[in-house]
C-alpha cells in the first residue's frame, strides 16, 4: 500500500491513508511519514487500534525515546502505564479519574496551556505521538498551531527584535501561571529554568519558527514583566484562528507532531469520565542554545 497525505488546514495538518502501525514500517513507509512531517508538521493516523508496545516501535522509526524523567510530579510508585509511554490521561492506578484537587492531575491541568512538548528540557522533544485508547463525552479536543506560519506573518521590526533573543523555560512557569506554585525542593531542582532560542530553525527545510511554549517565562537581558508581555503578545499573535486546527478525537485516532514547528492544547473536558491518552515521545538532537547541550 503507498501512502497518501490528505491536508486538513490551509497552513499544516494533513490525515495520512495507505498504513497500519500495527505492522513494522518498510523503510520507504518511514521516509514518506518523516516527509510528511516536516511539510505537515502535524499527521492523524485513524483507525489504529495499537498496544502500546507497537505505538513505542512505530514512535522509535524518527529516533530514540525522550526520558520521561523530570516532566511531571508523579511518583514513579504511582505510574499506572510501565510501557515507557507517557501516560497523559486523568486517571491513577486504580484505573479511575484522579480526584479534583489531586496534585498530579492538577499539575497535569498545564496542558490546557498553550505548549510545545519538553521545551521545559535542555534538548527538547522533537516529535509526540498521541494515541486516543478512550475518548472523554465532553470536551478534550485538542488544538494546534502552526509556528511556521505564525513567524511568517510577524512585521520585518518584530522578526528583527526577536530574532536572537534566548527564554528561560521551565514547568514551574507554565504551572505556576495556574496557581500552582508549591514544589518540594527536588522537583525545584529538576524543574531548574533551561534556555531555549526564541526563534529557530528547521533542521530539514530552513524554515524558521516562533518558539513558544506556555513553559517560557523570561527573557536574557529583559525584565520579568517586558519579557512576559511580548511572549503573551506573540503567543496571541500565533494561536489566532488562522493558523490553528482543532482535532476532535475518536477513538483509535493516533495524532503525531513535530514540536519543533508546532504548538497544542488540550481543551478542558469531563474530569468525572476517564480520557485515556498515551504517548510516545520522540526526543530531539541537539539543544536551540549551543552552551546548554550538557544535561
Ligand atoms: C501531550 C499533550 C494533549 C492532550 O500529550 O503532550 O499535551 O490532548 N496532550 O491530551
Ligand atoms: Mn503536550
Redesign the pocket.
Known sequence: MTITIRQLHPHFFGEVSGVDLRKPLTPQEARDIEAGMDKYAVLLFRNQDITDEQQMAFALNFGDRENPRGGNVTKQEDYRLTSGL?D??NLGKDGKPLPRDHRAHLFNLG?CLW?S?SSFRPIPAKF?L?SARLVNPKG???EFADMRAAYDALDDDTKAEIEDLICEHSLMYSRGSLGFVDYTEEEKQMFKPVLQRLVRTHPAHGRKSLYLSSHAGAILGMTVPEARLLLRDLTEHATQPEFVYVHK?TLHDLVMWDNRQTM???RRYDQSQP?D?R?A?VAGTEPTVAQQAAE
Open positions: 507517557n497523559v490521561s496542558n505548549h512538548d509526540s498521541l478534550g479536543n485538542t478525537w497544542h492544547r488540550v480520557r491518552m504517548r515521545t
